[in-house]
């Protein structure tokens, strides 16, 4: 209690507002009342002053930790909050919660550091906020027993702009995001929606707690709605996620669980001397766990155009965007690709039809996002209809329930046709490799059946071997395909020994083009 009542806020420097009275529940009904009335944005303080808060002048705004929510308890997780900028623009209200009463945390420039010729010297007080981040904890990491993060310079689970968060995994580094919702991405002829937290509340926790959580209210254009967030910080990060919808009108791609990452290139394809790096990606590939219990793997691409594709399914057990590619060699960046989280999206409650769908933007640099995947339920989102979802997300080196099947290591694509005769024009090699404790069990001699399939074309020069590097249980499947035309090709492969399955699916979108 000390570390919330308002005397003691204040003695620390923070301002408070007006103590109110604040339910979960209340936050729904707030939301479907909002989502009544027509739509209004947040209102940007000073426009004209944050358009000059670019970049660099944004890079050298920093909040101060010892003006940090519960900077010395009672919570062992503290909180910094994120400045408004250019690029950054709509205030979201922060308030700290305990027992059921909120109250505001009204912004003030003394709560940052910054140059005396800052722009953001000229905001007026309580102009809001444009984030907020978890503090790692004072009292060491909870999943790494003996060891302590220095707080004031590590967080771990960051929530800035539109509907937009993330988390680090267990190697320590951010990389994709999430976000509360996805509104009509890649739909032609429509530009996408960005609806916003514009109202956040921190639940004071309690000092051996090992997870905070977070209310938020979202707003746009096409909908309104209630979020409650649960957060454990362990050997990654878990997220147990409830949100209730409100439609303002009709959204034509309506996404649930919305994930967001970089893919510009892997060992797949790359264009000549576009880079250095040998692979720039955040996320290699989609994994699915379906209904019926089939796993899936789909590495990403980079298309020439935007490019939709859908994988229906009926209640979905998971799906996630993931980074397997784990070896250094294989980057030699800086920036620690090998490191980046994977995110994992594990259903809960009832799981109704609807396909898992994947958005592929073309790029040309690493400095975008280019892919989204995301749950879209069945049947049409209208004006008036309201939803209620639950899922948990886990921000991990890998999956959270891995599968004992073989799976998918690499991709390779060359020219059709056999070594030592002139190869045909139109033909396409593959090579995808698939390893995994299934695969070391093979007796000496014995090949499994590669088991193809393919949207148009023909198979041919189809058999499995293993790759010649010594490492049980790593097989490859060679195949070339040939097919007319410059559609998309969706194809499908795995390996069978007799009746028995031995790896997860390959999805491979073929862009002949």
């Known amino acids: 209690a000390l570390g919330f009542s308002p005397a003691a806020l204040a003695q620390q420097g923070l301002t408070l507002g007006s103590a109110e009275a604040f339910s979960f529940d209340g936050l729904k009904e707030r939301a479907r009342d909002l989502a009544a009335r027509p739509y ?19 890079g050298k705004i920093r909040f101060k930790p010892e003006m940090a929510l ?18 950054f623009q709509k205030p979201a209200r922060m308030h700290v919660l305990d027992n059921g009463q909120a109250r505001e945390i009204v912004y003030n420039e003394r709560y940052f550091d910054m140059p005396a010729d800052s722009p953001a010297h000229e905001l007026p007080q309580g102009a809001g906020f444009a984030g907020f981040r978890f503090q790692e904890s004072r009292s060491g990491h909870p999943g790494r027993k003996g060891e302590k993060l220095d707080w004031k310079k590590n967080d771990w689970v960051a929530f800035l702009g539109a509907s937009y968060f993330r988390a680090i995994g267990e190697l320590y580094q951010y990389g994709l995001s999430a976000r509360g919702l996805a509104i009509d991405p890649a739909v032609g002829g429509k530009a996408e929606e960005f609806p916003d937290f514009t109202h956040v509340w921190l639940e004071t926790p309690k000092e051996a ?119 250094i060699g294989n980057y ?104 995994g404790p299934s695969l070391e069990t093979i007796p000496f001699g014995v090949k499994p059946e590669v088991v193809l399939s ?44 007799g009746d028995q399955v031995l790896t997860e699916t390959w999805l491979y979108q073929y862009l002949p083009f």
């Not at 900077?71 to 900028?85: E, I, M, N, R, Y």
């Open 209 to 327: 707690s090992e997870h905070v959580v977070v209310y938020a209210l979202l707003s746009g254009p096409s909908v309104a709605g209630a979020f409650r967030f649960r957060m454990h910080r362990g050997k990654g990060v878990t997220m147990e996620i409830e949100k209730a919808l409100w439609l303002r009108r009709d959204v034509e791609r309506l996404g649930i669980a919305p994930l967001t990452s970089m893919f510009w290139y892997s060992e797949t394809a790359k264009a000549t001397a576009v880079d250095w790096r040998p692979e720039v990606h955040d996320s290699d590939g989609l994994a699915l766990w379906t209904g019926a219990g089939e796993r899936a793997w789909r590495p990403l691409n980079n298309p020439g155009r935007t490019i939709a594709s859908s994988f229906s399914d009926n209640a979905p057990r998971g799906f996630g965007l993931m980074q397997r590619d784990r070896e």
């Open 40 to 58: 209004q944005a947040p209102p940007s303080p000073r426009p004209d002053v944050l358009e000059r808060i670019d970049y660099d002048a944004h």
């Open 454 to 497: 393919a949207s148009r074309g023909a198979f041919s020069y189809v058999f499995a071997e293993a790759v010649p590097n010594d490492v049980p249980g790593h097989w490859r499947a060679q195949f070339d395909l040939t097919a007319e035309g410059n559609d998309p090709i969706e194809m499908r492969c795995f390996l069978r020994g």
């Open 332 to 435: 030699l960046d800086g920036v620690f690709y090998e490191r980046r989280p994977s995110l994992w999206v594990e259903t809960q409650g009832a799981r109704g039809t609807g396909p898992v769908q994947l958005m592929a933007l073309p790029t040309d640099d690493d400095s975008h996002d280019s892919i989204v995947a995301m749950w879209v339920p069945d049947g049409p989102a209208r004006a008036g209809a309201s939803y209620a979802f639950k899922y948990k997300l886990h921000w991990l080196a890998d999956e959270p329930f891995p599968s004992p099947l073989g799976r998918v290591v690499a991709t390779r694509l060359g020219n059709g046709g056999q070594p030592g005769t002139t190869r045909p024009k139109g033909v396409r090699k593959f090579m995808v490799e698939f390893k």
């Open 70 to 87: 519960w900077a010395d308890g009672p919570s062992p997780w503290p909180v910094t909050f994120f400045h408004l900028g250019r690029y």
